[in-house]
């Protein structure tokens, strides 16, 4: 029982993968059969993918309220629960749930074939001001330039002939897709043989982008990441929120998930998961509230504690935690989002 809470997250991701079969499998097949392409534009084709359907009626709204009819947006709907007439500006497809890497690269190499610009971001990036589709065009109008980033890596660096330069990641960048996926064709999967220095610990593994970025650095090409202080005008971001929402998944009650919580040792505070768990949560909880202000009712996540429970947890156990772990991004994060809304 001392580990059960390190075995259930990765069971979960797998339960979910199949249950969700049921629903997204067809749907999945017939989209191979066809796999029909955004028609051609000058626009970019923006992508992002879903497991919690209220974060994405939240996401869906900042990014049209904000970006307007500058993008035309894809969602893979991995939960097979959105309902297409709430998100008449995009394409929604029901997608397995595959890992990230392979639904951003189907995105990429064929629904966004007919665009310049292939834009990947996460859906707890939340996109705040029109003018980051300004930089993105602005940048990627360099023929030099096969990328734009918003949120780079921060915990190592590549160390390419003697210069560190930070790894762009996947949470939000966008692509000179012909340059990257057709003229090098390149591959955004993770691998094995990071060597590169750690700024926090080492890393051992390349991460989705991470080669594909690497190779591109090492060609000459220019890989730009939006200066750190102007970074927080265009999007707004939590982190780390896949595992907290595959036990909202898995879980049926709040009493099970408050029970998680409750069950490990105090001493295991000490260590990332169930901090990030825990923090997850209390980002969804802001979710919640932001759903329901836009729906008028919450969205029905039953086994989700509310947030003073949750908050409880966090100061009974503030004290086996480490000093970097704190609440301090997610409650900024938060309160950029109620403004935002």
């Keep these: 029982m001392t580990h059960r809470y390190v075995r259930l997250v990765p069971f979960a991701f797998k339960r979910f993968g199949v249950l969700k079969a049921f629903k997204t499998g067809l749907p ?26 209220p974060m994405m009626t939240v996401w869906y709204h900042l990014a ?45 190499r064929h629904i966004a074939k007919n665009r310049k610009i292939g834009w990947i971001c996460d859906d ?93 650095l090492k ?29 909202l998944w898995y879980f049926k009650r709040k009493e099970q ?8 040792p105090k001493k295991q505070w000490g260590g990332n998961m169930l901090f990030g768990i825990l923090s997850g949560m209390i980002s969804i909880c802001t979710i919640q509230e932001l759903y329901t202000k836009l729906k008028g009712k919450p969205y029905p996540l039953h086994a989700l504690p509310s947030i003073e429970e949750l908050m409880k947890i966090y100061e009974d156990h503030k004290q086996f935690m480490r000093d970097d772990q704190n609440l301090d991004q997610v409650e900024e994060t938060s309160w950029r989002l109620r403004e935002a809304l």
């Design 257 to 264: 998930t408050l029970d998680y919580f409750l069950s490990p």
């Design 219 to 247: 060609k000459g090409y220019r890989c730009h990441i939006v200066p750190e202080e102007e970074r927080s005008k265009y999007y707004a971001g939590f982190s780390g929120l896949s595992g907290p929402v595959m036990l």
């Design 28 to 53: 999945t097949l017939g989209y191979y059969l066809r796999r029909k392409p955004l028609p051609k534009s000058n626009k970019p084709a923006l992508f992002t993918m879903n497991i919690l359907p």
């Design 124 to 216: 707890d990036m939340f996109l705040l001001d029109g003018r980051a589709v300004d930089i993105v065009e602005k940048e990627l109008s360099d023929p030099n330039t096969a990328s734009v980033s918003f949120r780079p890596r921060e915990w190592w660096e590549f160390d390419i002939n003697g210069e560190r330069i930070q790894p762009s990641s996947s949470y939000c960048i966008a692509f000179n897709r012909k340059l990257v996926f057709e003229k090098e064709n390149l591959h955004l999967g993770p691998c094995d043989g990071n060597t590169h220095p750690g700024n926090i610990k080492q890393p051992t593994r390349y991460d989705t982008c991470d080669k594909t970025n690497e190779e591109l």
């Design 64 to 108: 049209t309220k904000y970006l307007g009819d500058r993008v035309d947006i894809t969602i893979f709907d991995s939960s097979g629960s959105l309902k297409k007439g709430e998100f008449p500006k995009a394409r929604i497809q029901k997608m397995i749930n595959f890992y990230a890497a392979t639904k951003s690269e189907e995105f990429l």
